[in-house]
């Protein structure tokens, strides 16, 4: 069957950024393709909502994914990867296998995820958006491998666009900072300690953006979802911050003007 709705396709749709993205597109009335690699265990399945059990850095299950989604709908219109793990380590800590498990995630699930919608994205001349991080674009330290796969991330963004642009699709990337997902949460708990304040290293983080705080994966989600509509009608290529100013600020204070 061929759905009359849009139907978006969502990785790392059981929280975070990929959740927030579900219920958004959701509420404006799109079908929702969900594939998580562990889907909430009271994972609603409906006419407009469906998960599919997927690792993203598996081939075969992201094409087997993609098959069941166009058997059901009939169609794709945009596609959101918010699929991504984080770790930790400089280049003479970083493992191999820790290297290679955050670009099978980050950087291949991405590719395989387009790779499989693209020819369905070109029949709808629908849009794709890429979730990456402030961290393609400067670093924090002892992150070298999440970095460069944030990195190549927009890269590979370009690359498609490009390809992509006069088949009638468009893909786009949204660079966050600080967000206030179960990601960044974990993150908090190793800085603060067994017993400490993890709420507190989350505000301290906030501290350091400009607008003082972090985000909420909804204000994420708001940009993604105008990426990937007809807004942004004449928008590919782009790398777009949500960070609340991070980057746009100097590490170094002038002080307080008197």
Not at 106 to 127: C, D, I, Q, Y
């Amino acid at each position: 069957m061929t759905s009359h709705r849009p139907v978006a396709v969502i990785t790392g749709a059981a929280s975070g950024i990929g959740q927030a993205c579900a219920d958004l597109l959701g509420r404006r009335g799109m079908e929702l393709a969900l594939l998580d690699r562990v889907p909430p265990a009271d994972s609603e399945q409906d006419g407009g909502r469906a998960w599919f059990e997927v690792d993203v850095a598996d081939a075969g299950g992201v094409a087997h994914a993609i098959a069941d989604v166009v058997a059901r709908y009939g169609r794709i219109d945009t596609v959101v990867t918010a699929a991504g793990i984080q770790r930790y380590g400089t280049v003479a800590e970083t493992s191999e296998a820790t290297w290679d498990d955050v670009f099978a995630v980050n950087v291949k699930g991405v590719f395989l995820t387009l790779r499989e919608t693209m020819p369905h994205l070109r029949a709808t001349r629908g849009s794709a958006v890429i979730v990456s991080s402030v961290q393609a674009l400067a670093t924090q330290t002892n992150v070298v491998a999440y970095t460069a796969s944030k990195g190549a991330l927009n890269a590979m963004a370009r690359a498609i666009a490009v390809d992509e642009a006069p088949l009638g699709v468009r893909v786009n990337v949204v660079c966050p900072g600080s967000v206030d997902t179960a990601m960044l949460r974990a993150s908090a708990a190793l800085v603060a300690g067994p017993g400490g304040d993890v709420d507190a290293v989350v505000r301290r983080w906030g501290s350091t953006h400009p607008m003082g705080r972090v985000a909420t994966p909804d204000e994420v989600a708001r940009v993604i979802a105008f990426l990937a509509g007809d807004d942004a009608a004449f928008v590919t290529g782009e790398e777009i911050r949500v960070d609340g100013g991070l980057v746009a600020a100097l590490g170094v204070p002038l002080g307080e003007r008197s």
